[in-house]
């Protein structure tokens, strides 16, 4: 019995040592549309920025509030010029379910560019009390000439804590955590002893990451997986629920770029990592450069658009054209469709480890989203790609229901209203409708529980549902069983249910409130 009762706590001991090197859960909601500009920097732009989608019929979930928007360089003082109304601001946003997500660094400035207060009077406590590193030997980043607080300091991150809580307030839902610490030297002296910067970066992520979660279970950090802006790895992959990897050009390149990016990413165990639509800087994207984007966007764990090179002009939809507006709005509605099956996936790389893309091809520019989607990024101007599909399954084309063998060779020229993207055979699944925008009756499915259902012979999958917008989730398993023409669901819960059965020739949709009951197809 004793030696029983060992193995099971060795048993269970190895699990939660598996489970802390994984990957935390990423919010439910965070699974949608972020925006953002760098460019007037101002309550009335943020304003209208937000009001632009939603006169548009695309959805907004979040805004990132970029630099400045503090009094100095890092404060977390709001400047009172440009957000005279950031009460009221954050308060209108919650209203429309828009959440706020504040851009930071931990760099203490003595002299800052481009904010009311060039000396932050935080840096002469911060150098007496030994809060940073280097021993408070000061160093130029892009934003001025400061110090970097020492996060292995137990009392300066205590001390840093405290500072950021000042504008961690109702409606503010996380940081975009820029990184300064690059400038810092290649070896940084800290309160442990000489760091590889890239060994001390995990420090600076954690401590962002810990504070945010501490106060809400819905915040996000926008954190640097994998980046070429640094070379090498930066957040700590047990503490970074949402990546954000550096700044990207809006062009051809820039799109092939962040996507090794972002691939790199998903192979060292990052769960998931945003697009940063049509980039950050340099070059601004054209009108198909911009939809191309928005297309791989949408099929990886959230779009975030925005930025400086053209946040007002290039990165809106409208501004490129009703054709691009209109297919900007299916793509970030269809991402939102599939958020289920996003957060289920990012679940199983929690409780087992891996990403929400998998069968990541650098060089193909391919990926899946789990295991039952498959995608293939379009990056040249005349929209003609070459691909083999996966050689596990056969796989059904996701707009026009054709069907191609395992590991077949693809070669198409698509349309700017079509995107490579391909669903396993015998797939299930879970999505969120409440529009019709990709379906001509997806009004009628809001508020369901509702599954597509991809047949082919017996098959089988479990999810793990969300239960709000946070980081809850219920379990349940659908059934399928093609010769018999058969559904049935097992679950944590009742619900009002939709499965939605993909056939070669069309669609049923079949509608219970029953669901563990068998039921034909």
Not at 188 to 208: C, P, W
Not at 306 to 312: D, H, I, K, L, R
Not at 382 to 399: A, Q
Request: charged share 20%; glycine share 8%; hydrophobic share 35%.
């Amino acid at each position: 019995m004793r030696r029983m009762a060992t193995l099971a706590l060795l048993f269970i001991i190895s699990q939660f040592c598996a489970l802390a090197d994984n990957p935390p859960i990423t919010p439910y909601w965070a699974f949608g549309h972020i925006v953002w500009e760098d460019s007037i920097n101002t309550s009335a732009g943020a304003r209208q920025l937000v009001n632009g989608y939603l006169e548009h019929d695309i959805p907004v979930d979040g805004i990132i509030i970029d630099s400045p928007w503090s009094t100095s360089y890092n404060d977390f003082n709001w400047d009172l010029q440009r957000y005279p109304d950031h009460k009221k601001m954050l308060e209108e946003f919650m209203q429309k379910d828009v959440r706020v997500i504040l851009w930071a660094t931990a760099c203490i400035d003595s002299t800052s560019k481009d904010v009311p207060v060039r000396f932050n009077k935080l840096f002469n406590m911060a150098r007496k009390n030994g809060y940073t590193v280097n021993g408070g030997k000061t160093s130029e980043w892009w934003k001025g000439v400061g110090q970097h607080v020492d996060f292995t300091n137990p009392k300066a991150k205590k001390w840093w804590t405290k500072q950021m809580d000042k504008v961690f307030v109702k409606g503010v839902y996380g940081w975009k955590a820029d990184e300064g610490v690059r400038y810092f030297g290649d070896i940084v002296q800290t309160s442990i002893g000489g760091l590889t910067n890239e060994e001390f970066r995990k420090y600076y992520y954690d401590a962002m990451y810990d504070q945010a979660q501490a106060r809400s279970k819905e915040s996000i950090v926008l954190a640097r997986p994998f980046s070429h802006q640094g070379n090498g790895t930066h957040a700590s992959i047990a503490k970074m629920n949402m990546g954000w990897c550096g700044d990207f050009a809006g062009d051809w390149e820039g799109l092939s770029h962040q996507i090794t990016n972002i691939y790199e990413s998903a192979q060292r165990g990052y769960a998931a990592t945003a697009t940063e639509i049509g980039g950050f800087w340099q070059s601004k994207a054209n009108a198909q450069q911009f939809i191309r984007y928005s297309q791989f966007g949408a099929m990886t764990a959230c779009m975030v658009n925005g930025g400086m090179n053209g946040a007002f002009t290039n990165h809106l939809p409208w501004w490129h054209g009703a054709e691009a507006d209109s297919i900007y709005r299916y793509f970030v509605t269809l991402h939102k469709e599939l958020a289920p099956y996003m957060f289920s996936t990012v679940v199983d790389a929690h409780l087992h480890g891996g990403s929400l893309l998998k069968n990541t091809s650098t060089a193909q520019e391919s990926h899946q989203i789990g295991n039952d989607i498959f995608v293939k990024a379009i990056t040249t101007e005349d929209s003609r790609v070459s691909f083999t599909l996966p050689s596990d399954g056969e796989w059904m084309d996701f707009f026009d229901r054709k069907t191609y063998a395992p590991g077949q060779t693809v070669t198409k020229t698509y349309s700017l209203d079509r995107y490579p993207i391909f669903i396993r055979k015998g797939a299930i699944i879970p999505v969120s409708i409440s529009t019709n925008t990709t379906t001509a009756h997806g009004a009628s499915l809001r508020g369901m529980k509702t599954f597509l259902i991809y047949p082919n012979g017996q098959s089988q999958r479990t999810f793990h549902l969300p239960v709000d917008n946070g980081t809850d989730y219920w379990d349940c398993t659908v059934h399928v069983d093609e010769s018999k023409k058969i559904i049935w669901y097992e679950g944590e819960r009742a619900a009002n249910f939709c499965f939605i059965i993909k056939l070669p020739w069309g669609e049923r949709h079949l509608f219970t409130n029953n669901p563990s009951a068998q039921f034909h197809f």
